[in-house]
Nanobody, 120 residues
Framework: QVQLVESGGGLAQPGGSLRLSCVAS????????MSWARQAPGKGLEWVSGIYSDGTDTYYADSVKGRFTISRDNAKNTVYLQMNSLKPEDTAVYYCNAFRVAGDAVVDYWGQGTKVTVSS
């Protein structure tokens, strides 16, 4: 059974840091691009960051550029999101996503999310 399990969320103060992890199982992790998305209370899903399957390229939303860093360890089937200089507006549930293009279809999987609260 395919699983993406996020962890590392919690309460952080403004200006603080958190590191999210997402462990994948039951699919070929190294063949999939990975991304993080978030959903703030009462708002829609927002894409945050992405990384190629081999880790060679990374992408960030403008709202987190320069503060967040995405990385992956294909040997551990894990993708990370290092979040620094946190702001109250970073408060959200953060979701891990795996995707790849297979012919004419996109195959993707989602985790259950981990909650991040930034507050003093």
């Amino acid at each position: 059974q395919v699983q993406l399990v996020e962890s590392g969320g919690g309460l952080a103060q403004p200006g603080g840091s958190l590191r999210l992890s997402c462990v994948a199982s039951a699919f070929s992790f190294s063949s999939y691009a990975m991304s993080w998305a978030r959903q703030a209370p009462g708002k829609g899903l927002e894409w945050v960051s992405g990384i190629y399957s081999d880790g060679t390229d990374t992408y960030y939303a403008d709202s987190v550029k320069g503060r967040f860093t995405i990385s992956r360890d294909n040997a551990k089937n894990t993708v990370y999101l290092q979040m620094n200089s946190l702001k109250p507006e970073d408060t959200a549930v953060y979701y891990c996503n795996a995707f790849r293009v297979a012919g004419d279809a996109v195959v993707d999987y989602w985790g259950q999310g981990t909650k991040v609260t930034v507050s003093s």
